[in-house]
């Protein structure tokens, strides 16, 4: 028979070499902390933005009202517009990194304008002869536009961020200094003004592409193309000299104001996002 000693001896070996071999093993790794998830903010907020800027302006059309006032024969033979300096701010909200939006106002420099027309009329006589008599009309033209905008931005490479954008308005049209110098039967001058200035609001709208160049989070220069429409500002009625009425002779529509603008402009972020914090891991043992 197995001995007690021998039992007892067994069972002390065996333990032995289980904790010889749970040592070989190693110990257990320790227990990890808890980590929240990172979060990744994308950058936004509310920001200041200011443009100077040069627009090449145009109108369609240069419309004589009232029509009864109208030759029948009234062609427009020329007519030109000069080009308008541009200085504007507004104030807007980035919501996230590729949509944004701003409102704006900018006060557009006065640029003269000429329009020269033509008809043909059987008591007009210039230098004693009947045929073609001319008008010219000239004046000049400035403006104060209020927008609210909507942009998308389309990506960011190398510090330049492109983007495309629109927006919706008002334009306090201004018509000042008008004359009208054409002939008189028989072989006269005839001289026209308008005693006043008009004013008027017309609805505005625009299209607009640009380029951003990224200095830093807070900063950002901003370089942009925009077509925009004015509306059709109109005159004051035009008094003519030498008619023998003190009534109004006529007045007249820009048919259809738009111009071509090129800007730069500066925006500066109010509150930009921080950059996100990485928690670095912790252990205990």
Not at 132 to 142: E, H, L, R, W
Not at 156 to 162: A, D, I, S, V
């Amino acid at each position: 028979m197995v001995s007690v000693k021998s039992l007892i001896g067994a069972g002390a070996a065996a333990l032995i070499s289980g904790s010889a071999f749970a040592a070989d093993l190693g110990a257990p790794p320790p227990a990890m902390a808890y980590q929240p998830p990172v979060q990744v903010s994308e950058q936004s907020g509310w920001y200041l933005r200011g443009d100077v800027g040069a627009g090449a302006q145009n109108f369609s059309t240069f419309d004589l009202e009232p029509a009864a006032n109208v030759p029948a024969s009234w062609t427009v033979n020329q007519k030109d517009i000069q080009s308008a300096s541009i200085i504007g701010g507004g104030i807007g909200y980035e919501l996230n990194s590729w949509l944004r939006f701003d409102v704006t106002g900018e006060y557009r420099t006065a640029a003269a304008f000429k329009a020269l027309g033509s008809y043909n009329q059987g008591t007009c006589t210039v230098i004693g002869v009947t045929g073609t008599c001319f008008d010219n009309y000239s004046g000049n033209f400035q403006a104060a536009v209020f927008m609210a905008n909507a942009y998308v931005d389309l990506g960011t490479w190398w510090c330049l961020t492109p983007y495309v954008g629109g927006g919706v308005g008002m334009a306090y049209d201004r018509i000042t200094g008008v004359q009208d110098i054409g002939p008189l039967p028989p072989g006269t001058v005839g001289f026209g003004y308008t005693q006043t200035d008009s004013a008027n609001w017309n609805l505005a709208w625009n299209l607009q592409a640009g380029l951003t160049y990224n200095v830093s989070d807070n900063l950002k220069i901003d370089f942009n193309y925009r077509y925009l429409n004015m509306g059709s500002p109109a005159s004051a009625d035009i008094f003519c000299q030498n008619s023998g009425t003190t009534t109004p002779c006529n007045n007249f529509n820009l048919k259809d104001m738009t111009s071509n603008d090129f800007r730069i402009g500066v925006r500066y972020m109010l509150n930009p996002a921080p950059a996100p914090v990485i928690m670095p891991l912790s252990t205990r043992g």
